[in-house]
Nanobody, 121 residues
Framework: QVQLVESGGGLVQAGGSLRLSCAASGSIFSINAMGWYRQAPGKQRELVAGITSGGSTNYADYVKGRFTISRDNAKNTVYLLMNSLKPEDTAVYYC???????????????WGQGTQVTVSS
């Protein structure tokens, strides 16, 4: 079994910064892509940013230039640095990882439990 544990959410004023972390543990042979998604009340979950095992990144248009995703492959951890936060960034943020538990022949999607980010105006 694989667990993803997120940390770093909280309450921040508009214009402030937060750094989210997500550590994967358990039966892990390798991790392919990792990413952050968010879900605001009454809305669907949406991709915020993703990063491949080689370090290639992609971002949703509404966070480009403000958020930075990174990962530490030795620690099986992905980070999301969020700068210039806006009230519309308020959501539950979820970590996702594509994990191969045994030999790299197949990958399974795992999700963290979510961490609340609230940006006050």
């Amino acid at each position: 079994q694989v667990q993803l544990v997120e940390s770093g959410g909280g309450l921040v004023q508009a214009g402030g910064s937060l750094r989210l972390s997500c550590a994967a543990s358990g039966s892990i042979f390798s991790i392919n892509a990792m990413g952050w998604y968010r879900q605001a009340p009454g809305k669907q979950r949406e991709l915020v940013a993703g990063i491949t095992s080689g370090g290639s990144t992609n971002y949703a248009d509404y966070v480009k230039g403000r958020f930075t995703i990174s990962r530490d492959n030795a620690k099986n951890t992905v980070y999301l640095l969020m700068n210039s936060l806006k009230p519309e960034d308020t959501a539950v943020y979820y970590c996702n990882a594509q994990v191969s538990p045994y030999d790299g022949s197949y990958y399974v999607d795992y999700w963290g439990q979510g961490t609340q980010v609230t940006v006050s105006s």
